[in-house]
């Protein structure tokens, strides 16, 4: 089970750190991501970290925003600096729990876990 929290309201320009706390014992192994959906669009591809400590992020969010994780917590963080409007969603973590690498890493279908999301929004 994943359980995000950390979402809110802010300023353009503003920062925020979303974190997602899983539950497993074997967390260090799974693949975390997050994605993030505005209304009327679909689930957005945000970052995501290996269990080796590689990140990925989407183009939008890159040099911007900051995935890390701390295996002994069981938990993921996403740091997200100068947030923009456009920034405005609501985000989502996820797990691949079964290391589907075949799967590419920017692909929903990927992971198994979901967590609820949380409520982003950046005022201009």
């Known amino acids: 089970q994943l359980q995000a929290c950390g979402g809110g309201l802010v300023q353009s320009g503003d920062s925020l750190r979303l974190s997602c706390a899983a539950s497993?014992?074997?967390?260090?192994?799974?693949?975390m991501g997050w994605f993030r959906q505005a209304p009327g669009k679909g689930r957005e591809f945000v970052a995501a970290?290996?269990?080796?400590?590689?990140?990925y992020y989407a183009d939008s969010v890159e040099g911007r925003f900051t995935i890390s994780r701390h295996n002994l917590e069981n938990t993921v963080y996403l740091q997200m600096d100068s947030l923009k409007p456009e920034d405005t969603a609501v985000y989502f973590c996820?797990?691949?729990?079964?290391?589907?690498?075949?799967?590419?890493?920017?692909?929903?279908?990927?992971?198994?876990?979901w967590g609820p999301g949380t409520q982003v929004t950046v005022s201009s």
């Open positions: 996820a797990a691949d729990s079964r290391q589907r690498t075949w799967v590419p890493l920017r692909t929903a279908s990927r992971y198994d876990s």
């Open positions: 497993g014992r074997t967390f260090g192994s799974y693949f």
């Open positions: 970290s290996g269990s080796s400590g590689n990140t």
